[in-house]
């Protein structure tokens, strides 16, 4: 990257709170690889719930796009988590707590030209924070009415996502980076954005943040395949419902520099970069594998979890 781009991200970055950098993944190079993995997966997925019954098809004569679409819009929420790159919060964990880690989705996590990026914001000590999602949204004429409420899957009400870690994360400069693989339209659910809310501190979060909190401009931001946006945690943000009749297919990834509070402790991160310990650098996808999987024991030791939302006991004016 050369030293007007570094400048004009920087600058956009600390003006809007959030800024998108086009074409930072290649289509095929980076992001194929995450839609065959997802293929793979699905066809496992599709094959197990067919045989146990909870599946009235494999639908495995269509094309991943299409197959997604028909499947994850009729799946449960305990079968939604099978696709995502990070535990769910639950209860009570178990060793078959699913979590999908695999090289293709390490690979995106670690893209060279996304981290160039992110330490142009955050520096160069990079932890890949794990508050981290894979959200394919299907068409919302794909759920059934009776389906029950799952936010990986519909509109995201407004929110903060400082609103969303624990609060000894506060002081952390978590970066969110959240990357395109399909195109992101407002037909189909791409984010919005308010340009400038960074600067307005943590506002009360009720279901989402109250509209007098946010009476200011709002941007859709639609993106190309293979294009990042990148936004400060304090960036009031949301998204809007696929309307259209195909997937949404996107990763939302946090980085927070190396030694802070990453917001959620339960959950593993690593070392993405760092130019101190570069030694520290985790470059093996089935080491990332086995951090979760460590975490996970971990919590099944635990026994009963209690993942508290910060805004428990919220002021209740703020929420009329
Ligand atoms: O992808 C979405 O719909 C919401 C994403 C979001 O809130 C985030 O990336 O922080
Ligand atoms: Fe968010």
């Given at each position: 990257m050369n030293e007007q781009t570094a400048t004009v991200i920087r600058e956009e970055f600390d003006r809007n709170g959030f800024v998108v950098v086009a074409n930072l993944l290649d289509d095929t190079l980076d992001l194929q690889p995450v839609f065959d993995d997802y293929a793979a997966l699905l066809d496992r997925l599709t094959t197990r719930w067919h045989a146990e019954g909870t599946l009235p098809s494999t639908y495995g004569d269509l094309s991943f796009r299409r197959r997604a679409a028909a499947v994850i819009g009729q799946i449960s929420n305990e079968q939604v988590a099978h696709l995502d790159i990070s535990l769910p919060k639950v209860a009570v964990y178990s060793e078959e707590t699913p979590v999908h880690t695999s090289e293709a989705t390490f690979k995106l996590l670690t893209h060279p030209r996304l981290l160039d990026v992110v330490e142009l914001l955050i520096g160069p000590e990079i932890y890949s924070n794990p508050i981290q999602h894979a959200r394919i949204k299907p068409p919302e004429t794909a759920r059934p009415a009776e389906a029950p409420g799952n936010g990986y899957l519909e509109a995201t009400p407004w929110h903060q996502d400082q609103g969303v870690i624990t609060t000894d994360a506060d002081e952390t400069d978590i970066l969110s980076v959240w990357i395109a693989v399909t195109d992101a339209t407002e037909e189909n659910g791409c984010l919005c954005m308010i340009p400038g809310s960074h600067r307005e501190g943590l506002a009360p979060h009720c279901f989402e943040i109250p509209a007098k909190f946010r009476e200011k401009f709002v941007t859709p931001v639609p993106m190309k395949a293979g294009s990042a946006l990148f936004f400060h945690r304090l960036t009031k943000h949301s998204s809007l419902p696929n309307q259209s009749d195909d997937i949404r297919f996107s990763f939302d990834l946090r980085y927070s520099p190396?030694?802070?509070?990453?917001?959620?402790?339960e959950f593993p991160g690593f070392v993405a970069r760092s130019r101190q310990h570069p030694e520290k650098v985790l470059t093996d996808h089935r080491q990332w594998t086995a951090l979760w999987h460590d975490a996970r024991s971990h919590l099944v030791s635990r026994g009963q979890m209690d993942f508290r939302s910060r805004w428990r006991g919220v002021n209740q004016p703020d929420c009329a």
């Open positions: 190396v030694g802070m509070p990453t917001g959620r402790d």
